[in-house]
């Protein structure tokens, strides 16, 4: 029983995040646009509104058991498709310092969640 509600603690957490986050995409995409890699420069735009509003439904999506398996797979490939972005914050100062985070928490923390 307490496997049960942890699993769905845990879902409820995981949703917000990605709700959460998914919103943020439209609130401050500036801040998103910065850690774009240049060869992506021209539909930059584009792809944190996309980005931000396919988090947001896949989030949402998490709270639904008959959709709990879709989503996670979707989420598993959005988190493919955006690692260019983290692996491009990583290892370079120029966004990092645009959106105020140290090398060690784009390196070391960000990089592998």
Do not use: C
């Not at 995981?14 to 801040?31: A, C, E, L, Q, R």
């Not at 584009?46 to 989420?75: C, D, H, N, Q």
């Amino acid at each position: 029983m307490k496997i049960n509600i942890l699993n769905k603690i845990t879902i409820l957490i995981m949703s917000g995040f990605y709700i959460n986050v998914g919103i943020k995409h439209f609130i401050d995409p500036i801040w998103f646009l910065h850690i774009i890699p240049p060869y992506l420069t021209g539909i930059a735009l584009e792809l944190v509104y996309i980005s931000g509003l396919i988090e947001i439904l896949l989030g949402a999506l998490l709270l639904f058991p008959k959709y709990r398996r879709v989503s996670s797979y979707g989420i598993i490939l959005l988190l493919i498709a955006v690692y260019p972005a983290n692996i491009y914050l990583a290892f370079n100062e120029k966004p990092q310092e645009l959106i105020g985070i140290s090398s060690f928490v784009a390196s070391w923390i960000r990089l592998p969640i």
